[in-house]
């Protein structure tokens, strides 16, 4: 595979497709009401709002952590550098994590089955996210590969290999 650049155009408009679709589904998570396919108890809300300001707290700390190599589209910024500190030493994407942790949270407090199909799709559109990144990410830093191969993509202590699909 050749050098992948943020400067092509293909890949630029890939980039924001994948950003397009992203806010396309979590404005959808936002905007479902809820349902009464389920009841969720007093207990469970309590723990899935808990799981969702975990999740606020982990978006916020990570964009934090990777100042100004911080950008909307999965393609490095020309003048960023590999972070693998902070929240990034657990996670290789803790953004994306934070953001399945809010809409997680959301989905079991909705009562909605519509939200958490939603949800689960913005899970798997981060899977798909997450891998073309790591093209650009493995094809712009020396270390990338080595950091993936020991850090894993959502979930710390998710076992490495388990997301390589």
Known sequence: MGLLTADDPRDTAVAWVFVVVQVVLIVTVLLLPTGDAWAVSPGVATAARLFQLLGALV????????????TPLPTPVPDGE????????????PIYSGIIALG????VRSGNPWT??????LIGWFMLKARWEEQHLRSRYDGYARYAAGTPRFVPWWPVGADRR
């Open 59 to 70: 978006l916020a700390v990570a964009l934090i952590n990777l100042g100004r190599s911080l």
């Open 82 to 93: 590999l972070h693998t500190g902070g929240l990034y030493r657990w996670v290789r994407h």
């Open 104 to 107: 997680l949270g959301a989905a």
């Open 116 to 121: 958490a199909a939603t949800v689960a799709a």
